[in-house]
């Protein structure tokens, strides 16, 4: 059906001339947008990033609205750091918005007294490295945040990176060595 190759309905239906900032959601959806159609074959400049985000906008992808709001030093800040150089490593395969579908017994949810029944969990992570040690979760937050309040917010996702940590090592048969938020706003990574 091609349904993950499909524009998020939300980037292409703000009114352009409102005067409205975009909602936070979309600006998240664009940036993560951005970082997944960056062509990872060269450097990672505000050039590039700029190149993207015309193409994203000429393909109608996303709006101009939300496209002033993607904070390009952020995106600059994740690959500069040691996590987001893991990408350019060679050795590494690396997934961007990797979909996954994992069942889970329910008797491993939480507060869950029913053994026998099977709990679906989809997601897309958005960063996925298979290192030679294992693998790498890395999920980009936009959440209106400081820096002092990235641990404390970083809890309200454990679960989630737990879940796709877990999805990821049996789907790929290998082991989960590291979880990563990445706070654009503060520009903090939180390991969980």
């Given amino acids: 059906s091609r349904a993950l190759d499909r524009l998020p309905r939300a980037l292409t239906t703000i009114e352009p001339d409102s005067g409205e900032l975009p909602d936070g959601r979309l600006i998240g959806t664009a940036t993560h947008l951005v970082i997944s159609q960056l062509d990872l074959a060269g450097p990672i400049t505000k050039k590039a990033i700029e190149k993207t985000i015309e193409k ?50 329910a008797s491993e949810w939480e507060n869950s007294s029913v053994a026998e029944d099977t709990i679906v969990i989809q997601g897309i992570i958005d960063l996925l490295i298979r290192t030679a ?60």
């Fill in 56 to 105: 994203l906008l000429t393909d109608s992808a996303i709006v101009p609205a939300v496209a002033g709001q993607i904070d390009a030093e952020s995106i600059l800040t994740f690959f500069a750091a040691e996590q987001g150089r893991l990408i350019f490593d060679p050795a590494n395969t690396v997934w961007r918005e990797w979909p996954f579908t994992f069942a889970l017994p």
């Fill in 133 to 192: 040690q294992g693998l790498i979760v890395i999920d980009f937050k936009t959440d209106k945040i400081t820096a002092g309040q990235a641990k404390e917010r970083a809890g309200l996702y454990r679960r989630q990176l737990e879940l796709y940590s877990r999805a990821a090592s049996a789907i790929l048969k290998a082991k989960s060595v590291g979880r990563w938020l990445y706070f654009m706003t503060p520009r903090a990574f939180v390991e969980v």
